[in-house]
Structure formats: C-alpha cells, structure tokens
C-alpha cells in the first residue's frame, strides 16, 4: 500500500517569480515583467490598465524575483538536500525569443536553461518543464495583441519545438501552458490581452482560449514526434465548487462556475469541445475561428495527463444576491462556514483536495499529477534566527494525508506532487515577497529590499522526511 515506488515528489516555480535578471542574457520583455506591485496590479492583471513599459511610479517585482538567475546552483543544490525527484520550473520565453517572432533562437537563453537542467539531472531530478507559465512576449502583445491573433500559433508552437529539439534526452516532463484557464480571470497576466474600447471582452478571451488550445494540440503533436518518450500535459487552476445549500439552485450553479475551467481540460484531455460549451458560446453570441483542421488537431492530439494547481475548494450560489458576497481576486467564492482561511482569505480545505482530485479522475480517468499545492503566509524568523512554519507542516501534511487517500481508497492515478513555490518567491497574485511558500526562505522584502540569501525553515526537514519515507511518515 502507499504511493509507488517512483512517486515524483518534488517543488515547484516559475521563471518570472524566481529569476530575476529580466534584462540578462539578451532576454525581451514579457507581459509578466509588467504587472506592477502595489494598487494597480490588479488592474493591469485583468487587462483594464494597459502597462506595456516600465514606469517610475511602479515597482516590478519579476525584475528581481529571487534572483535564481544567480543563485540556481545553490537553490538546486538544497532541493536535492530535501531529496526531490522533480523540480517542476518554467522557460520565460523571452530568454529564447527576446521578441517573439525571430526565426532564431537566443543561444544565450537556451544554454542558461541548459545549464540548469545539467544541473537537476546531476542530482537525479527530473526536469517538469512549463513551456509557458502565463508569459508572452511583450512585443507579441504590441505587434500582434497577443493571443488575440492567430498567428500567436505558429510563434508559441516554433518556440516549443526549438525546447523539444534542445533538450531531447534531457527533459522527458512537459506541460504546455501553466493554468489555462487563468486567461478569463487575469488576461494579460496569462495571456498578454489588453482590451480596446468597445471591445467585446468575452469574444476576445474564448478566441485566445481557442488559439491556445489549438497551440497545446500541436505542441503535444510535434513534442511526441520529436521524441515519442515525452510526455505531454496540460494544466488546470483547479478546486472543486461546492453548493452554498442542497437547494438544486445552488448545485446547479456549482456546476456552471465548475465548467469555466472544465471547459479548457476537457478540449485538452478529450479532443472537442464539449456541448455546454457550444452552446453558451452560441447563447453569448461569441464566433470563434474554429477551423476543419483545427478540429481534427484537437482531435488527435489530446495530452498524456492531467496537471493541476490546488489551494481551495470554493462555494457558489444560484441566488445573484448571495453570489454578491463572494470575494478573492482571482476566483470568487463565498465563505465556507466549515473552514478556516490562510492570512490572504484562501479557505484551507483538505479534504477538497481528495474530492478534487476524484472528480478529475472520474471525469478524465487519465493520470494526474498535482503540480501546485501550498500555504502562502507571513514567515517571520524566530530568536534561533529559523523560521518555525508548524503551520506549513500542518497545512501541507493534512494535503498530503489526503492524496494519499485519493490514492489509496480511490484509486486515483497520481504519477507525483510538486509543493508551490518550494523556495520563497514572488506571489503572482499581489507581487508581495511577504506571501511565502517556501522550504526555503529568501530574505528579500515587497519591493527589492534584501541581501537574497537562503535559509532552511522547519518544514526543510519535515519535507526531506516525507520524501525519504515515500510520505509514510505522516
Ligand atoms: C497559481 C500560479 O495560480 O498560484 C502561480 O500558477 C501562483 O504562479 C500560485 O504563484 C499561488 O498564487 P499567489 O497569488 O499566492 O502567488
């Protein structure tokens, strides 16, 4: 019993939050570059506030990051301490193509990344590579409107091919977009839209969510024939919604916000688009470029497993009066009177996370692997000078013990478990440096401040132990 032998346990993160060096070894400016700290991000997440250079009334926190450019070696380094057989990551893809739509490739960018995989591969840690974790290259965004336009295909698919080519034999973990359907929450942090006057803001996000799509198809198409050992994948901000009441209103109204996010996994892990979606998008009036080729890529060219992020469950309602209570930035929810809530209001949910994860297998009944799951908090160090997180320990084991059961009782299929930002990082939601989810804690403060220097919390060893035990230990 227990999980198999070969679980990937490991951590995760992504390049605009981690990196830093934004202007470093001929990299371009992304969207992600862009999302100002302080009372305007939101704005310029959603798309409302275009912000396509830097100002000096802002400070940008992906400029720094936590300056990994810098210190991977280090950081690498202590993952195989805490014995990680994953390291979940992201390629900014203005390393590779500063502006987009070059025909060649920055060499610079690929052998930085190179470097770093050299690196997890010395210890035995398998690369799980993001080929896109909500970044687009500014100049796209400016030239092109970012994934508004059709021809986003050919550059993100030329962009996935050079990866493939370059780290054949190295990299055999894929996922193609990081949260998909992060692009009708945020759609110029995930997706570079930036919306006109007048525009019909649905019509935009549902065609940059088709182009996507058709782009994730011929990534898993071109990856699979370049090496047929790759395994390709998609991934999904997900989080059952529960019915505020048993009143059939309410369950009804669960299962509507449900399929905005479902609405992407099952084109991803099923080939077509499903008949609810077809037919909202009719009631909305929304036309989509949907193409007779477009239709049999998808069609063919469906992933190899099933990705997803979770922190929450959340609550809807089917009464448009309770509904107007929900809060949280990018996924409303109304308040779950059953569960307590981190310091940023994101409800603690445990036992979500089993019945999220039976809901994916049920629907899909294809692999999964959690690539996102931790507990954003204000870490401060204690006399010793260590940061004794027992709250971390306890949010993240109660998760665990979880999915463990999901595995166990359930009989879900879980190839492995990648901790959210398993070193401090940069929140995407709010830029803060003071939301924190590492193992390892960076002294960096909100806007720069710090000598970036890396220390173990409590939950280093708890985490080393889990992973040396197989997660029998909890
Ligand atoms: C996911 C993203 O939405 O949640 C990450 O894939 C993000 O990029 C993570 O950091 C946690 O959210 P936040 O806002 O706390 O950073």
Not at 179 to 189: C, D, G, S, T, Y
Request: aromatic share 14%.
């Amino acid at each position: 019993m227990g999980l198999q032998k070969d679980f990937l346990w490991g951590g995760a993160t992504a390049a605009n939050q981690v990196e830093g060096g934004y202007d470093q070894g001929g990299r371009g400016l992304a969207n992600v570059d862009l999302l100002p700290f302080g009372k305007d991000r939101e704005a310029v997440m959603a798309g409302e506030l275009p912000m396509l250079s830097f100002d000096k009334d802002h400070y940008y926190p992906a400029q720094k990051g936590i300056d990994m450019y810098h210190h991977y070696k280090e950081d690498i380094a202590l993952f195989a301490e805490m014995g990680f057989k994953v390291y979940r990551f992201s390629i900014a893809w203005t390393r590779i193509f500063p502006l987009g739509d070059e025909a060649k490739p920055n060499e610079e960018g690929l052998l930085f990344y190179e470097q770093l995989i050299d690196e997890c591969l010395k210890y035995d840690i398998k690369p799980l590579v993001t080929i896109c974790h909500f970044d687009c290259p500014i100049h796209l965004v400016k030239e092109y409107g970012g994934w508004k336009n059709r021809k986003m295909i050919d550059f993100y698919l030329h962009y996935a091919e050079t990866l493939f080519e370059r780290f054949k034999g190295k990299v055999y973990h894929w996922i193609t977009f990081n949260e998909i359907n992060m692009l009708l929450h945020a759609p110029f942090m995930a997706a570079g839209l930036v919306f006109e006057e007048g525009e019909d803001r649905e019509q935009v996000k549902f065609t940059a969510a088709h182009y996507e799509l058709v782009a994730s198809a011929l990534a898993t198409k071109r990856g699979k024939e370049i090496d047929d050992k790759n395994l390709i994948g998609c991934m999904l901000a997900a989080g059952d919604n529960y019915p505020n009441t048993p009143n059939p209103e309410d369950i009804m109204a669960a299962k509507l916000v449900d399929r905005e996010s479902f609405f992407f996994t099952d084109v991803q892990v099923r080939g077509y688009y499903p008949a609810y979606a077809l037919k909202e998008l009719a009631r909305k009036n929304i036309q989509l470029d949907i193409t007779e080729e477009d239709k049999q890529i998808l069609q063919q060219n469906t992933v190899d497993y099933l990705t997803f992020s979770y922190y929450s469950s959340s609550v809807a309602s089917g009464d448009p009066k309770v509904n107007e209570l929900r809060e949280g930035n990018l996924f409303p929810t109304l308040k779950n009177p059953y569960l307590d809530a981190s310091e940023w209001g994101w409800q603690i949910d445990p036992l979500g996370l089993r019945i999220t994860m039976n809901t994916l297998y049920d629907r899909y009944q294809c692999p999964l692997f959690i690539v996102e799951n931790g507990l954003g908090a204000v870490d401060v160090k204690a006399e010793n000078g260590v940061v004794e997180d027992d709250y971390r320990i306890d949010y993240l084991g109660k998760h665990m013990k979880e999915m463990i059961a999901a595995v166990e009782l359930d009989g879900v299929e879980l190839l492995g478990y990648t901790s959210w930002g398993c070193i401090d990082l940069v929140s995407a939601s709010t830029g803060e440096m003071k939301k924190r989810y590492g193992f390892i804690y960076v002294d960096a403060e909100n806007e720069g401040q710090g000598t970036f220097k890396r220390s173990k919390k409590r939950s280093f060893e708890w985490y080393r132990q889990v992973i040396e035990s197989n997660g029998d230990c909890l």
